[in-house]
């Protein structure tokens, strides 16, 4: 209310002095005039500036604490996304955004746009013309990040000042970050069946006249425990010694499953990273797939962790699941869902007449018909689904509602054959079509957090790509730069 009573007395007061028609009343306010206008034009085009320069600031923080953290993690630099010349190579890193979770940048000087920032109409040209490049240097063991754009003044051009340039710079050490959110992560992984198989599928080789394996092929299962056995050493070394009370800040624990949660190989959420590495080493690739129940021990294990980080330390965590699998739940059964425009229907139908011809005896039936059955009654349109499907995915949106961030990673499901490596007990391959991928796709999509967090690993690389990808985020979300 302030504000707008100012407001109407500096609009009074002009409106005093340009109706006043003595000369000195007039050439005052005719100078005046401009001296203010000029004042806030100049106030406006310094305060885009100044918004500007603020969120440059917070990309190059962000960036450079991305690196260190990277570099600090694994002990290198990211590899390369981009040629010498910075051409794209194709593959993960075609996408600036995607190898390894973080650039490197060293080759090519990248845009803001490019990186998923976004800036305001107040810079000229938007995020597109926000440059931002990044300096790895081992010798100081530091990242060093410069971000730098234009804005394009209004009232300024009038004095030939066409744009404001901006910059912002941000230097981290491989070292120096400290933790300021705690944090829960769970993992949630497939120890089915075939997890035995290879990560890539076969090629048909023209000189052979064969179907052959492709070059590092692995089964997938030794994949698994590698790189998830990398992931959670990563945390470890960034959570550091945990045994004082001040400085548990971290909780982990695993679930791993086929038809059901393999309570053997799983640990329960705690304060030791190390209990969880010590598990991944004893998955073992068996039995069929069912995602349901491990699913719902994550929605209870992570509501409780509020309560556990609070009765430490006063705070709420960050949460965290990482669910990947390698296909479709193959068990638990069936449901039905009522959908519009299937051309499937359930309902009841006659299974037995007596010798009159009436019927004496009614069974539920699927149908396939454009219309609504003549016959029977009680019809509904939809389809079946997968029970474990409908009940993981109602998990996963019960963790979302509740705060929980989860990662899902589908694995090895590129179309082809794949050889089991003698699971069945005998040589033989397996095929994956396009319909199996799409589904199973389409059900770790659904229950990721988000587009951004659903992640594909064709083959082992890029399971390592996505577990590095996955870290590289967490570790940004509770890790900040030391003062």
């Known amino acids: 209310m302030q504000a707008v009573f100012e407001f ?21 306010f005719a100078i005046s005039s401009v001296a ?32 260190a953290i990277f570099v600090k993690t694994y002990g290198r630099q990211p590899r390369p996304a981009v040629g010498t010349e910075g051409g794209s190579t194709g593959g993960a890193g075609s996408n600036p955004s995607s190898d390894e979770g973080y650039l490197d940048k060293s080759f090519k000087t990248y845009s803001a746009d490019e990186l998923g920032y976004e800036f305001k109409g107040w810079v000229d040209g938007g995020a597109e013309n926000v440059d931002v490049s990044i300096t790895y240097d081992d010798a100081n063991g530091e990242a060093r990040v410069l971000v730098k754009g234009k804005t394009k003044p209004t009232f300024l051009q009038v004095l030939g000042h066409q744009n404001l340039n901006f910059e912002a710079e941000a230097t981290a050490k491989y070292s120096e970050y400290d933790f300021y959110d705690p944090a829960s992560v769970l993992m949630v992984l497939d120890n089915s069946g075939s997890m035995a198989f290879d990560d890539k599928p076969k090629y048909f080789d023209l000189t052979t006249g064969d179907w052959e394996d492709q070059p590092n092929t692995e089964p997938r299962i030794d994949a698994l425990i590698r790189h998830s056995t990398n992931f959670y050493t990563a945390l470890e070394k960034v959570a550091g010694d945990q045994t004082a009370t001040n400085k548990k800040i971290l909780r982990t624990g695993m679930l791993s499953y086929n038809t059901g949660t393999l309570s053997a190989r799983s640990v329960a959420m705690n304060w030791s990273v190390r209990s969880s590495l010590n598990s ?15 699913l719902s021990t994550a929605r209870s294990w992570m509501s409780g962790e509020n309560k556990k980080h609070q009765n430490m330390h006063g705070q709420d965590p960050l949460k ?15 449901t039905w869902i009522k959908e519009d425009g299937t051309g499937q229907w359930y309902g009841l139908r006659c299974t037995k007449t007596n010798k009159r011809g009436w019927c004496r005896q009614y069974g539920y039936d699927t149908v396939e018909s454009d219309t609504k059955p003549g016959f029977g009654y009680g019809w509904e349109e939809g389809k079946w689904g997968s029970t474990a499907d409908i009940s993981s995915i109602a998990d996963c949106n019960a ?35 396009t319909e199996t991928r799409d ?17 594909t690993a064709e083959n082992a690389s890029e399971l390592e790509e996505a577990f590095e990808r996955i870290g590289s985020d967490i570790q940004t979300e509770i890790i900040r730069l030391s003062n």
């Open 8 to 28: 109407e007395k500096l609009r009074d007061l002009l409106r005093h002095f340009r109706k006043n028609e003595d000369g000195n009343i007039a050439l005052t």
């Open 36 to 67: 203010v206008m000029g004042c806030m034009g100049a106030a406006m085009d310094f305060s885009t500036l100044s918004n500007a320069e603020s969120r440059s600031q917070a990309i190059a923080d962000q960036i450079a604490l991305n690196a």
């Open 280 to 294: 991944l080493n004893n998955m073992v690739a068996s039995g069929g797939t069912n995602s349901a129940p491990s």
């Open 320 to 334: 965290f699941v990482i669910f990947m699998s390698d296909g479709l739940n193959t068990s638990g059964g069936s």
């Open 399 to 433: 963790m979302k509602e509740d705060e929980v961030t989860i990662y899902t990673i589908g694995f090895a499901l590129s179309e082809g054959r794949y050889d089991t490596n003698g699971y069945f007990g005998y040589e033989t391959d397996e095929q994956i079509d």
């Open 439 to 455: 589904k199973a796709y389409s059900f770790l999509s659904q229950c990721a957090s988000s587009p951004e967090t659903f992640l």
